[in-house]
């Protein structure tokens, strides 16, 4: 479970590494809009207007050494965990079929 406390502390970790590949980080969901814990961080990468495009394996495979651990997804959706905990990783610009179904 995420408070939005933990979830701004992890947008702040993110986005110590996200403009080196071309992207910035907004938290949104639940833990932006709603009061008290919820299930999973729900965090938008968005592309640095300057940046061609935002380099998402590179980004991971360095976020992985900070413990952000991604578990699967597809162009515009990723499933992560950090300390446990499940995330959801939104890249709007990207296209393609959503394997997990109509709910995200």
Known sequence: MWTQ?????LCRLLEM?????????????????????????????YRIRQAPEISIDAMFAELDGLGVKVKGGFAWLYKAEYMGKPIDFFFPEE?????YGDDQ
């Open 5 to 9: 406390e933990e979830g701004i502390k």
């Open 17 to 45: 590494v996200a403009p080196k590949y071309g992207a910035h980080v907004a938290l949104t969901g639940g833990l932006l809009y709603k009061d008290g814990i919820r299930k999973d961080a729900d965090i938008l990468f």
């Open 95 to 99: 296209q393609g079929e959503n394997p």
